[in-house]
């Protein structure tokens, strides 16, 4: 198997602009099979609009090769369609849908299997519990847990997240993270979008640091821990996972 054939993303010189504002300037980044890699960096450093530019939410210029194709002009649900799943920042949950027909709106564009839904909820027992209830009256944390279901009933090859943790209590975070590296376990390629930078450098193969647009740091999430600017910059706080 070549180098090549591993490679699940491929992200050349990518470019976001909302008017004046280039939010994204330039970016290179890589997502190999199985791998989990995260960006890091502080607020309005450009890590939402690149998620929203991959799975198609935003327009961009560059180069987005997805699985061996060019997937910069594709429509967002068509990146969905092969396999391409975005959990947003804040969830998106339907909140005046049950959790089940939330969990089934992941699925719309294939239809969905009994099993994959138990599979679901056996990550999640309570979305299990909960299965009938509308969820915009679940917990922060329960939304996370619908969100991220709702993603992985759609299939994913490689899965999205912006911000998993934002907002949560610390024995929810831990769920989330604990549940981050049973998807990496179970092979899923990931993409991580996280302010928590010591629980996803942790977690992280690899790392990728933004500031103000533009990548200024990469490396191993191991080799990012320990580097000085990374420590003073971002690792004052976070959980240990």
């Not at 909140?95 to 099993?115: D, F, I, R």
Request: proline letters at 3%; one cysteine or more.
């Amino acid at each position: 198997m070549s180098a090549d054939s591993k490679v699940v993303l491929s992200v050349k010189n990518l470019n976001v602009r909302y008017g004046n504002i280039h939010a994204v300037q330039g970016l290179d980044l890589q997502v190999n099979d199985g791998e989990l890699v995260c960006l890091i960096g502080a607020n309005g450093a450009g890590k939402s609009s690149t998620l929203n530019a991959l799975a198609g939410l935003v327009t961009s210029t560059g180069s987005v090769i997805y699985q061996g194709a060019e997937i910069v002009k594709l429509a967002s649900h068509q990146r969905v369609a092969q396999g391409l799943a975005l959990v947003p920042e804040g969830r998106g949950v339907f909140p005046k849908m049950t959790v089940l027909e939330n969990l089934q709106m992941g699925a719309y564009l294939h239809g969905w299997k009994q099993s994959e839904l138990d599979n679901v909820f056996g990550r999640f027992p309570r979305l299990a519990e909960r299965r009938d209830q509308l969820a915009g009256t679940l917990s922060g944390g329960e939304q996370q847990m619908l969100a991220i279901g709702r993603a992985l009933l759609s299939r994913p090859k490689l899965l999205l997240l912006d911000e998993p943790s934002m907002g949560l209590a610390p024995l929810m975070i831990e769920l989330i993270f604990n549940t981050l590296a049973e998807l990496k376990k179970s092979g899923l390629s990931i993409l991580l979008v996280e302010q928590n930078a010591r629980g996803a450098l942790q977690l992280a193969d690899r790392a990728y640091v933004l500031e103000h647009g533009e990548m200024t740091l990469s490396g191993t999430g191991q080799e990012l821990l320990v580097d000085p600017r990374v420590q003073a910059a971002y690792l004052g706080a976070g959980i240990e996972v």
